[in-house]
């Protein structure tokens, strides 16, 4: 059975940076796309940033050149770096994988952007 395990979320004060991270366990092929989503209260889910097996990244306009995602395909797992942050970046973020059209979510990791 395919999990997904977030991990690296926490309080930082704003223009500080952070790293969250998700490994896969369960499975030994590459997903299709990997990703990270977040949730902040009141609000809907949201893409945050993308990346497919070929490399090829997506992002939400507000957070393009403050976050990077990337893969680590030795332990199946992805990485999203964020800098620059800001309190409106503070949310539930979950980590996403996909592969043949199934989708799978992280349990979320709490990021707090706040002084």
């Known amino acids: 059975q395919v999990q997904l395990v977030e991990s690296g979320g926490g309080l930082v004060q704003p223009g500080g940076s952070l790293r969250v991270s998700c490994a896969a366990s369960?499975?030994?092929?590459?997903?299709?796309?990997m990703g990270w989503y977040r949730q902040a209260p009141g609000k809907q889910r949201e893409l945050v940033a993308t990346?497919?097996?070929?490399?090829?990244?997506n992002y939400l306009a507000s957070v393009k050149g403050r976050f990077t995602i990337s893969r680590d395909n030795a332990k199946i797992g992805v990485d999203l770096q964020m800098n620059s942050l800001k309190p409106e970046d503070t949310a539930v973020y979950f980590c996403?994988?996909?592969?043949?059209?199934?989708?799978?979510w992280g349990q979320g990791t709490q990021v707090t952007v706040s002084s």
């Open positions: 996403n994988a996909v592969l043949n059209y199934r989708n799978w």
């Open positions: 369960g499975t030994i092929l590459p997903f299709d796309e």
């Open positions: 990346i497919n097996r070929g490399g090829s990244t």
